[in-house]
């Protein structure tokens, strides 16, 4: 079996899990084994009951009190409980239809429960604990278990089965001959598939994940140097050189550029009339003004008589992006099309036909414009926002043609200097280093759950004052459906709580449309509070938004949270950020407490290279940085500067072999 071919292939996987894998983009065999698990669970050292907290997944160890009761309610259904207690305290023990565990409650002795803390009424409650024995749990706390991104109709079970098939069956050949692997101390590629998946320990794991790591980044090295080279070696067929629009743009707008703005927009118009395609990096920290940039940048190549495309990883945003263009274009003449995955096909096929007759001169669109052929004829510039959602492959596509459009890549994610200079020496940066003046800076603080209260009050006094506010809710990493069943509790809880206050929903398992109604309706303050999941994370403006309230904040990586932090300040009103801490742990709090002094990005990316602890390693991603689907900037900051010292030395030869292999869509049969 190859890595190429379709996954219902493989034994066990029928036309209704295919449907349910392709929901998640896995089509092939090889898709199926690079769907790396989002993390991994470890077994915690059990804790006393006095200290666990609500929301929390923990252990106690300990013995069952009294008899086991059971209800059966109304539609047949059984509740059972039962007293659980150390030396500390008591909780409540609560299985759903699970008669048969009675028994066993009361023979049980002395054993630990592992389960999800919620608080029924006044007291504790672990909900549906799994029951170990002591010499079990032992056993279990050394080893890890993947944890992937579920959807519907796929369950823990049916992925590894399919995952171990695919490993059994399919052909995975390394294109990294043996004896670099040894020089460079890396395992072969198909020990590390089997590891990741089928993690033995975490020294193990730590080893298989390096060498994923390492050809991530070796293929966005290899492919992002060979773009460059190929571009320099093209002439520039679209130059622009009249800024006419571009100054309009400017005189329209109701404040002054920023110098950085300035500086930025000078090096992109120089580009343009350059000799050679552009190839820049505008990198400027959430609110520091990229989009007015693009915007001007559009607008020239447009003058100049050709077409633009923007292209954003969300639809929402693709729409936010259409309407801030149509509003700025429109006094110029410009005409704007947009392209998305929801579109209906007809609607998809109006705008490109008009793209292709050259009706529309800026195509504003998602991803999904690089995966279905869309023809842009005179396609001059493609602004790619927010790029690092946006891989190397995909620009590499760009070039496929033969023609060079001007490509400018704007990106916000905060990772330290060092690191950046490694992933994209091969890059023009522009550095948007300065903020819009009319700034007021964010006022953030951390607090604990007993403070909640607080803070929805305070939450409903802006709203009173006519604001609006975000609140995040917890990642939850089992799967997306019980992300959503949290965000949908804690709105109903919070429209409760906060009655006239007009609570809205957001999370990923609504549709793409469902998604936009609701964005929009935030953006036109139709709702006052907004309670999401990490959905809002990239770019969103809503610049009325002065609160956002993080719960369980200490899961999020530090340059998360400052994203996240972005949605905010955005306007001229002063704005809050309340990180909810919830763990009681004080690395936590010093962490999150960075976050209350530091406001520059990078600084924070520092920080958080520098404080991120050793049990950080197998949990969430620390960048928030997409380029990679495993491989993390941040945590495998060595890894990535071994890649790049391995990439600087390669020979002209492994050079050429290495750029086939990166604009190639498979490893196969591709040699360094
Ligand atoms: P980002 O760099 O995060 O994409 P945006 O381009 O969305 O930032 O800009 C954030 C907000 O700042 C927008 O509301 C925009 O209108 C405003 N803005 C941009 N440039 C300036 C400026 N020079 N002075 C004041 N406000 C600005
Ligand atoms: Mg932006």
């Known amino acids: 079996m190859r890595w190429s071919d379709p996954i219902t292939k493989l034994k066990g996987i029928g036309p209704k899990s295919a449907e349910a894998y392709h929901r998640l983009r896995i089509e092939t065999v090889g898709d199926l084994l690079s769907w790396f698990p989002k993390k991994y669970d470890t077994f915690e050292a059990d804790r006393p009951i006095d200290s666990v907290r609500e929301g929390r997944l923990v252990t106690v160890m300990g013995s069952f009190t009294g008899v086991p009761r059971m209800i059966t309610t109304g539609k047949g259904k059984t509740i059972l409980t039962c007293g659980f207690r150390d030396a500390t305290g008591t909780i409540v023990a609560k299985w759903f239809n699970a008669p048969f565990l009675r028994k066993q409650l009361t023979q049980a002795k002395y054993v630990l429960l592992r389960g999800k803390v919620t608080r029924d009424r006044s007291s504790l409650c672990l909900v549906q604990p799994e029951i170990y024995s002591p010499e079990r749990y032992r056993e279990l706390m050394k080893t890890l278990r993947p944890v992937y991104g579920l959807t519907a109709g796929l369950s823990k079970t049916a992925v590894a089965k399919a995952v171990r098939e695919a490993l059994l069956q399919c052909e995975i050949a390394d294109p990294m001959p043996a004896g670099m692997r040894r020089e460079l101390g890396l395992w072969s590629l198909r020990d590390a598939y089997e590891e990741v998946h089928f993690p033995k320990c975490e020294e193990t794991t730590k080893e298989a994940i390096k060498r994923l790591a390492f050809d991530e980044f070796f293929r966005f090295l290899v492919g992002i140097r060979s773009v460059k080279e190929q571009t320099e070696a093209i002439p520039n067929r679209y130059p622009a050189d009249s800024l006419t629009y571009a100054e309009k743009i400017r005189e329209s707008l109701p404040y002054p550029l920023t110098g950085a703005q300035e500086r930025c927009f000078r090096e992109i118009a120089e580009d343009l009339r350059g000799a050679s395609p552009m190839q820049r990096l505008l990198q400027g920290d959430v609110g520091s003004g990229k989009t007015v940039i693009a915007e001007m940048a559009l607008a020239t190549i447009v003058e100049a008589g050709y077409q633009g495309c923007l292209m954003v990883p969300t639809e929402v945003l693709a729409k936010q992006h259409f309407a801030e263009l149509m509003r700025?274009?429109?006094?110029?003449?410009?005409?704007?099309?947009?392209?998305?995955?929801?579109?209906?096909?007809?609607?998809?096929?109006?705008?490109?036909?008009?793209?292709?007759?050259?009706?529309?001169?800026?195509?504003?669109?998602?991803?999904?414009?690089?995966?279905?052929?869309?023809?842009?004829?005179?396609?001059?510039?493609?602004?790619?926002?927010?790029?690092?959602?946006?891989?190397?492959?995909?620009?590499?596509?760009?070039?496929?043609?033969?023609?060079?459009?001007?490509?400018?890549?704007?990106?916000?994610?905060?990772?330290?200097?060092?690191?950046?200079?490694?992933?994209?020496?091969?890059?023009?940066?522009?550095?948007?280093?300065?903020?819009?003046?009319?700034?007021?800076?964010?006022?953030?603080?951390?607090?604990?759950?007993?403070?909640?209260?607080?803070?929805?009050?305070?939450?409903?006094?802006?709203?009173?004052?006519g604001e609006q506010c975000y609140v995040i809710c917890p990642l939850i990493e089992e799967s997306d459906g019980l992300e959503a069943a949290n965000v949908t509790d804690y709105a109903a809880t919070l429209a409760e709580e906060l009655p006239g206050v007009r609570v809205g929903l957001l999370h990923g398992r609504m549709s793409a449309s469902a998604k936009n109604e609701t964005m929009e309706a935030f953006a036109a303050h139709e709702y006052d509070v907004l309670v999401s999941t990490t959905v809002i994370e990239v770019g969103i403006d809503v610049a009325n938004a002065t609160v956002i309230l993080i719960e369980d904040a200490e899961r999020f990586g530090l340059a998360t949270l400052h994203q996240l932090r972005g949605r905010v300040g955005r306007g001229s009103l002063q704005s809050y950020c309340i990180l909810v801490q919830g763990s009681d742990s004080d690395e936590a709090r010093e962490r999150l407490e960075v976050m209350q002094t530091a406001t520059d990005g990078f600084a924070i990316a520092e920080k958080d290279l520098t404080m991120r602890g050793p049990g950080d390693f197998f949990g969430i991603r620390q960048s928030g940085d997409n380029v990679f689907r495993l491989a993390d900037p941040i945590r495998d900051a060595e890894v990535l500067a071994l890649?790049?010292?391995?990439?600087?030395?390669?020979?002209?030869?492994q050079y050429r072999k290495a750029v086939k292999l990166c604009l190639a869509d498979s490893a196969e049969n591709v040699v360094y």
Do not use: C
């Open 643 to 653: 890649a790049k010292r391995t990439v600087d030395g390669l020979t002209r030869e």
């Open 328 to 465: 700025r274009f429109e006094p110029l003449g410009i005409t704007v099309g947009l392209l998305t995955g929801s579109m209906s096909a007809p609607e998809k096929r109006i705008v490109r036909e008009a793209v292709a007759l050259g009706k529309i001169n800026v195509l504003v669109g998602t991803h999904a414009l690089f995966q279905q052929s869309v023809e842009i004829p005179e396609l001059g510039l493609v602004v790619v926002d927010e790029q690092h959602r946006f891989g190397v492959e995909q620009r590499g596509r760009l070039t496929d043609k033969g023609v060079m459009p001007h490509v400018l890549l704007m990106s916000a994610t905060p990772i330290p200097r060092t690191l950046a200079m490694m992933l994209y020496a091969d890059l023009d940066i522009s550095l948007l280093d300065e903020m819009p003046g009319d700034r007021l800076r964010i006022r953030t603080a951390v607090v604990d759950g007993s403070y909640r209260p607080k803070a929805w009050k305070f939450i409903s006094d802006h709203v009173k004052a």
